[in-house]
């Protein structure tokens, strides 16, 4: 089984919201950072949004600041991403990663990622 399964996408017009989960599964929040990235159509996969229980810090990019909100339920090893205001340029395949990488602050990097889930589509029409 995937350490990581991720859920929650589907179409939406823009101005609407969605919650994107990710179930971890065998991994320790204290010891890996879990984020989101997205990858919209030609685009590169960019890092959204994470969150490090080890050194006590939640990340969100300035593309998406103020309107995505990254959360976790450590009862039920679950990682959310609220997404409002969505905007056409939030299309694309969300995924959800870890890393037990020190890297620092901020969000780590694709090359930084130990495992990746299966992405969900999100598709927002204007």
């Known amino acids: 089984r995937s350490r990581l399964q991720a859920f929650g996408g589907g179409l939406v017009q823009a101005g609407g919201s969605l919650r994107l989960s990710c179930a971890v599964f065998?991994?320790?929040?204290?010891?890996?950072?879990i984020g989101w990235f997205r990858q919209g159509p030609g685009l590169e996969r960019e890092g959204v949004s994470c969150?490090?229980?080890?050194?006590?810090?939640?990340y969100t990019a300035p593309s998406v600041k103020g309107r995505f909100t990254i959360s976790s339920d450590d009862a039920q090893n679950m990682v959310y991403l609220q997404m409002s205001s969505l905007k056409p340029e939030d299309t694309g395949v969300y995924y959800c990663?870890?890393?037990?990488?020190?890297?620092?602050?901020?969000?780590?990097?694709?090359?930084?990622?130990?495992?990746w889930g299966k992405g969900t589509e999100v598709t927002v029409s204007s």
């Open positions: 969150i490090n229980k080890h050194d006590g810090f939640t």
């Open positions: 065998g991994l320790s929040f204290d010891e890996y950072a």
């Open positions: 990663a870890a890393t037990a990488e020190d890297y620092g602050m901020g969000m780590f990097g694709v090359d930084e990622v130990h495992y």
